[in-house]
T-cell receptor, first 116, second 117 residues
């Protein structure tokens, strides 16, 4: 595997289910990101992990719970979601450096989540 | 106020023609970076080109160039000799220079580009 991979690619879940999204990066990066992409809205940054510590949490509801066990893996645990949480969830990674504006982010293909 | 504005929700362009996708930004920082990403229907965001605020020359990457007009706060993407494979969503994004927001990319709403054969 190369780049950033995400599983599953598609997920349909009921509001009472618990599921997890998985992201793995094979690029040796030190930062990982979860984004939510809803139709006709800009990308929303949800969480950032740098060196396995959470450094950003943009007012995301507690029904979304991230986990970063090591620098290559990132999970998003989902429970009691709402229909408005249906979206494309994108994972990204980057080699973060202090004060480096370039800091290109590499994205995975996303998980298309539908909440019934 | 929106920090990144992409005024073209959709565009149709004839194959082999050049296309310009508009992006204007708003920041009070002197130091910032501007990005363009492409998102095909498969979903993956693909980095295309980067322009730093202090870069004196417009960035170029193959068929992609960035028309950077700092005084007008505009960073338009130009695709020369468009191809059918260029059909996708295109997003403009900005990173501001303050340390505490160094992780954040601020995204525009995107432009859907369709190349006609």
């Amino acid at each position: 595997e190369t780049g950033v991979t995400q599983t599953p690619r598609h997920l349909v879940m009921g509001m009472t289910n618990k599921k997890s999204l998985k992201c793995e990066q094979h690029l040796g990066h030190n930062a990982m990101y979860w984004y939510k992409q809803s139709a006709k809205k800009p990308l929303e940054l949800m969480f950032v992990y740098s060196l396995e510590e959470r450094v950003e949490n943009n007012s995301v509801p507690s029904r979304f719970s991230p986990e970063c066990p090591n620098s290559s893996h990132l999970f998003l645990h989902l429970h009691t979601l709402q229909p408005e949480d249906s979206a494309l969830y994108l994972c990204a990674s980057s080699q973060w450096r202090l004060a480096d504006l370039y800091n290109e982010q590499f994205f995975g293909p996303g998980t298309r989540l539908t909440v019934l | 106020a929106q920090k990144i504005t992409q005024t073209q929700p959709g565009m149709f362009v004839q194959e082999k023609e050049a296309v310009t996708l508009d992006c204007t930004y708003d920041t009070s920082d002197q130091s910032y970076g501007l990005f363009w990403y492409k998102q095909p229907s498969s979903g993956e965001m693909i980095f295309l080109i980067y322009q730093g605020s202090y870069d004196e020359q417009n960035a170029t990457e193959g068929r992609y160039s960035l028309n950077f007009q700092k005084a007008r706060k505009s960073a338009n993407l130009v695709i020369s000799a468009s191809q059918l494979g260029d059909s996708a969503m295109y997003f403009c994004a900005m990173r501001e220079g303050r340390f505490y927001s160094n992780y954040q990319l601020i995204w525009g709403a995107g432009t859907k580009l369709i190349i006609k054969p």
